[in-house]
T-cell receptor, first 111, second 113 residues
Framework: GQQVMQIPQYQHVQEGEDFTTYCNSS?????IQWYKQRPGGHPVFLIQ?????EVKKQKRLTFQFGEAKKNSSLHITATQTTDVGTYFC???????????FGKGTTLSVSS | DAGVTQSPTHLIKTRGQQVTLRCSPK?????VSWYQQALGQGPQFIFQ???????QRGNFPDRFSGHQFPNYSSELNVNALLLGDSALYLC????????????FGAGTRLSVL
């Protein structure tokens, strides 16, 4: 079945350093989404990418969708302690179909 | 405007028992999906309800069943609980026409002893 892999599983950075997490799907996706889950919290929607090669920015966060629509990345510039949490990518083969989540990348930031 | 609400927050059951979890979707949303999140894992899709019918189902046994009510709220039932059912159960809602994006509730933490 469809699988979504994320690397790295864990990342620790010093405050102010950059951070990148990568997401790879075994199949072509119709769209990919990114969620953030704070420790003890629930996933919160960050963004959805739909087009091949799409790049979107939200302040210090940059999201990319690969040309083949099978991979994606999330880059955070100059991390802050508020960025701590687990970042999940999730994709579906077709619009409206069940999302398959990756296992997430857990980011810790020390000041 | 209330978001997605789930009850109870925590629940402790023993093997073989049955459990019912409840979810009220965000105002304006008519589609409810349920996920199971084991410790250290991503959410795993259980099923989705729209117009009081199960529309999609993930790879979960028949012990997992659900229901949606006319007011769009939903229940997740799990029978014959196993130790491996211990997890955070998340409810997510969305409008049917924009159901790709999931708005999650805070979840119910189920412990099976």
């Amino acid at each position: 079945g469809q699988q979504v892999m994320q690397i790295p599983q864990y990342q620790h950075v010093q405050e102010g350093e950059d951070f990148t997490t990568y997401c790879n799907s075994s199949t072509t996706l119709s769209n990919i989404q990114w969620y953030k889950q704070r420790p003890g919290g629930h996933p919160v929607f960050l963004i959805q990418l739909v087009k091949s090669g799409e790049v979107k920015k939200q302040k210090r966060l940059t999201f990319q969708f690969g040309e083949a629509k099978k991979n994606s990345s999330l880059h955070i510039t100059a991390t802050q302690t508020t960025d701590v949490g687990t970042y999940f990518c999730a994709g579906g083969r077709q619009a409206g179909t069940a999302l398959i989540f990756g296992k997430g990348t857990t980011l810790s930031v020390s000041s | 405007d209330a978001g997605v609400t789930q009850s109870p927050t925590h629940l402790i059951k023993t093997r073989g028992q049955q459990v019912t979890l409840r979810c009220s979707p965000k105002s304006g949303h008519d589609t409810v999906s349920w996920y199971q999140q084991a410790l250290g894992q991503g959410p795993q899709f259980i099923f989705q309800y729209y117009e009081e019918e199960e529309r999609q189902r993930g790879n979960f046994p028949d012990r997992f069943s659900g229901h949606q009510f006319p007011n769009y709220s939903s229940e997740l039932n799990v029978n014959a609980l196993l130790l491996g059912d211990s997890a955070l159960y998340l409810c997510a809602s969305s409008p049917w026409t924009g159901r790709d994006i999931q708005y999650f509730g805070a979840g119910t933490r189920l412990s099976v002893l």
